[in-house]
């Protein structure tokens, strides 16, 4: 779950969000991420690191899942990165986000001779904040890596248009001083090795991946995808409407008349911009909101049923193996065991 550790990293205010901001911190509530900053690079040109996909990067960090979300945030100098074929300018002050943890080069001048991250990175666990060095005597880089693992992002509608990697670059002011400050004060506390880094360190990640998709939204214009349709005017409101009452009976009609559209054209924009029509979201919506019940409540089937827009037990367990492949049961029981494994750990 995303939350917002206490005063000592409370964002400033700049005004009301966006109904879009709203909308993706709704989705990304839903969706358990966890993470942590692993890794800080120095190198100096010329310099180039392979990164391995989310799967080996995963083992090489000793982390449970095999999805990872990965960022690097440029403290000093600039490099190119590129993963399956997009490449990106980064340079001081830039977040690198790779949404579906890609395997990637990074380096300065060119990605030739590429060490590999696995050969540098010291075997888990750390006392403290691993950092690993490529000197090729030139120019100096200093990044900060790190990552979020999700237990089977369900709701990834939102995620599935983003590109392999993007970079975001924070304008000047209170964000960004919040931002900074944060990063480093995780960093120091992590070089002391103190305890009290440990929750910052988990949080950080999160904090920083909402901010980056916000800022993704607002400074890159997207003809398709979900952060598309949260900025049309029509979708949005249709969005807004079915995040707002996921319970209620909606038919296309109702929706329609809601989001001041017709039926038509409203299924024509869920479909070009998302791929799907606007009952097969909110199902999908629907059963991540169910997920969530059966993984962090107890309440019994038929109020989990009743909390996600179904009258009976049958037609939700009917719709939730439809989407998920599990029972509702094996799915709280499957969730169960992987709390217990890790509190065990």
Known sequence: MIETPGRLIERPAEGQPEPRQDLLLDVLSQVRLSGSIFLMGEYRAPWALDSPEAAD?????????KRLILFHIVQEGHFQISARGVHVEAGAGDLIVLPHGDRHLMGNPALVGA????DLVPPPPWQSLP???IDGGGEAARVVCGYLTCDQLLFNVFM?????????????GALTEWMQACFTYALDESANARQGSRLLMARLPELLFVEALRLYSEQKASDSGWLAAVSDPVLGRALGLLHSEPSRKWSNEELARRAATSRSVLDERFRNLLGQSPMRYLTEWRMQLAADLLRDTSL???SVAERCGYG????FSRAFHRCLGASPAQWREAGLSANSASVSR
């Open 115 to 118: 060490v590999h991250a696995a």
């Open 57 to 65: 990067m995963a083992k090489l960090l000793a982390v449970g899942s």
């Open 312 to 315: 009976s037990e049958e037609a």
């Open 160 to 172: 599935q248009r983003l590109p392999a990697v993007f970079a975001v670059r924070p304008r000047p």
């Open 300 to 302: 019994k089937l038929l």
């Open 131 to 133: 950092v690993v060095r």
